[in-house]
Structure formats: structure tokens, C-alpha cells
């Protein structure tokens, strides 16, 4: 499943924001939301979903929720990192990606997505419309289907995907009827990456809050049935490489054609993929994919995007452990398949 938002994609932007207006009588009435003017049995249960616990404490890494007016501030992370993960003072990292995909909640519409998102507004304030992901289920146990075109005629429209937006757009919600999706976004080149931890104990939070919000509303159990990490990394030319032709001098795992008469590529495509296992066994798969992308600044550029799924483990405390399995791959996998010359570019600490 294509987890990743495309921010770096200008040529899909996707629906104008919905910015929130309270046109609720109780919204405007109580300011700080729906969980504030709870009364109802139904107001009260959204209450209970809609306030996570103020201290949430993972397997790795440390997150502390405090209230400050009406916005929920998450902060410091604790970070536990191994101590023998490559590490960067100025990584190329663009975007991190955290998700599951689970049996579709057939009575799940688009009031349930706005009812939950009215528990969220003060974190997520705005909200679009995108179109559903399709499922991309790993299978080990029998070939991939071949291609083919169908048609199917449903009595229910399809699925939403909405996106629930941070304040400054880096922090993004995915929510479809088969998918929860958390994604971190570097939206100015100055902005830090706050680290995996802290991406991944958010997910951990909002999944909990809707997990619940799921069971109150009566729409179906959340069966976890793939789980799923994704990086994505901006390369951008500069002193080590100028152009396509160059991407030999920034990844290990390309270099240019030598042939007579043959002119530089215009453009260059890579992508693997690799049967892997968690530490438990389980079957998964890591894709490398290195792609174009239209030029910053004048310069040319690629992204290099990193994805490890496969099916984990009953509970929370088996999806935050795939994606513990998923991260540290791809931390080294980075580094294996990335040159020196970058590493000293990226400053690499470790």
C-alpha cells in the first residue's frame, strides 16, 4: 500500500482544505471541542475517545502529552536508540510513514470520519478528501496475481480516505475504512526530524483513540492484518553528483552504462525488492525504490524510499515491535546502499 503522501509530488495536491467553521452549537459554546460539552451518553463516549491518556509510555521512547490552551503539545521524546544504528546530524529524510492495513469496516461513512475528527480538531485542525488506497497485502505463500482489469458494480460509494492535518501540515492522519496511517512530513528544509520514536508513540496514541472510537460506534473490530514502514529520502545534487549519470556516486546499488555511442540517461529507475524476516520469524518484504523527481532549486533530484510490510503480531504491543523491526532495517539498509561520500555529506555520527 502506498503509504506516503506525495507532499513532494506538486503535481497531485489533492482536495482544498476544509478549514474547520463552528457552525456546532455546542462547538461554539465550548471552544476547546465536542469532549468539552459532553452530556449525552453518546457526547460522553465520544469523550472517552477523544482524551488520551495524558502520559503515554512506550516499548521505546517517551512521549508527554500536556495541554496548553487548546492545542495538545507532544515532547519531549526519550529516545532509546540502539546503539549500533547508523545515525545522521543532517539526514536526506524527507518523510516517515507508519501504518496498518486491517479488514474493511463495511459501516463505516464519512459522518464516522467527522465525528471522530471532531475529537481532534485542536491537534489536527484541517482536513482533506483524497482518493482510497488500494490493498497491497504481501503474499509469500503464492504468486503475485497477474495483472488484470475488473470491473464491480457496489451498493455503497467508496471508501473515503481523509487526511487530518497538524497546524502546519507535518504531522498527517490517514483515514480509511481498511487503513490508519500516521505520517511525519518535513514541510521546510529547516524543520528537525523528531525522531521515530516520537512518530511512532503518536501513532500509537491516535490508534488507540480510534480503536476505541471504532468499538463505541459499533462499526466492526480493527483486525490487523499488515503493517507497514516507509521512508522516503530527498536527494538533491550538489558537490558529489550534478545529474542522473551521477547516481552511481550516491547509491551502491546503480551505476551508469558503459557503452559506445550510448549518451547519459535522462533519467535513471531502480527498484528491489527482498524477502526478509522479523525476529520472530514472520515472513515480510523491504522494497528499495529509487525514482526521479522533479528538480529543487534548479537542481537535479531523486528520492530514494525505503518500505518494509508484512503481517505482525497480535496487539499493539505486536505492531509497535514490527515497526521497531521495520525501522532498524531500513536505518542500515540506507546505509548499505548509500555511498561514503554521502555519509560525510549527511555527517554521519555512527
Excluded: C
Amino acid at each position: 500500500m502506498d503509504l506516503h503522501s506525495r507532499v513532494l509530488d506538486p503535481g497531485i495536491s489533492g482536495a482544498p482544505d476544509i478549514v474547520p467553521q463552528s457552525t456546532d452549537r455546542r462547538a461554539r459554546e465550548h471552544p476547546s471541542g465536542a469532549a468539552a460539552a459532553a452530556s449525552t451518553p453518546a457526547d460522553q463516549g465520544l469523550a472517552a475517545w477523544a482524551s488520551p491518556p495524558m502520559e503515554v509510555v512506550a516499548s521505546i521512547g517517551r512521549v508527554e502529552r500536556r495541554m496548553s490552551g487548546s492545542e495538545t503539545v507532544y515532547g519531549p521524546t526519550v529516545s532509546n536508540r540502539p546503539a549500533n544504528l547508523p545515525d545522521f546530524e543532517r539526514p536526506p529524510l524527507v518523510e516517515v510513514n507508519l501504518g496498518i492495513e486491517f479488514g474493511a469496516l463495511r459501516p463505516m461513512r464519512a459522518a464516522h470520519v467527522g465525528l471522530f475528527w471532531s475529537g481532534l480538531r485542536a491537534d489536527y485542525p484541517a482536513l482533506q478528501e483524497q482518493p482510497p488506497l488500494n490493498s497491497a497485502i504481501e503474499r509469500f505463500d503464492e504468486p503475485d496475481p497477474p495483472f488484470s482489469i475488473s470491473f464491480e458494480f457496489a451498493e455503497s460509494p467508496p471508501p473515503l480516505r481523509a487526511w487530518l492535518l497538524s497546524p502546519d501540515s507535518s504531522r498527517l492522519l490517514q483515514i480509511q475504512n481498511d487503513r490508519f496511517i500516521h505520517n511525519w512530513r518535513r514541510m521546510t528544509p529547516e524543520a528537525p526530524y523528531p525522531r521515530y520514536e516520537t512518530v511512532r508513540d503518536e501513532f500509537s496514541t491516535r490508534l488507540q483513540q480510534f480503536t476505541s472510537f471504532v468499538k463505541a460506534e459499533e462499526l466492526g473490530t480493527v483486525d490487523v492484518v499488515q503493517a507497514e514502514v516507509n521512508y522516503v529520502n530527498e536527494l538533491v545534487a550538489g558537490d558529489v553528483w550534478q545529474g542522473p549519470s551521477d547516481l552511481g556516486e550516491v547509491v551502491t546499488m546503480w551505476k551508469a552504462s558503459e557503452v559506445a555511442g550510448l549518451r547519459t540517461p535522462e533519467e535513471v529507475r531502480v527498484v528491489e525488492r527482498h524477502r526478509v524476516e522479523t525476529d520472530d520469524g514472520a515472513p515480510a518484504r523491504l522494497y528499495i525504490s529509487l525514482t526521479p523527481r522533479p528538480n529543487v532549486g534548479g537542481k537535479a533530484a531523486a528520492l530514494l524510499t525505503l518500505t518494509v510490510r508484512g503481517r505482525p503480531t497480535d496487539g499493539p504491543e505486536g505492531i509497535s515491535g514490527f515497526f521497531d523491526f521495520g525501522r532498524q532495517l531500513i536505518v542500515r539498509t540506507f546505509a548499505g546502499v548509500t555511498t561514503s561520500a554521502m555519509h560525510t555529506l549527511w555527517r554521519r555520527t555512527n
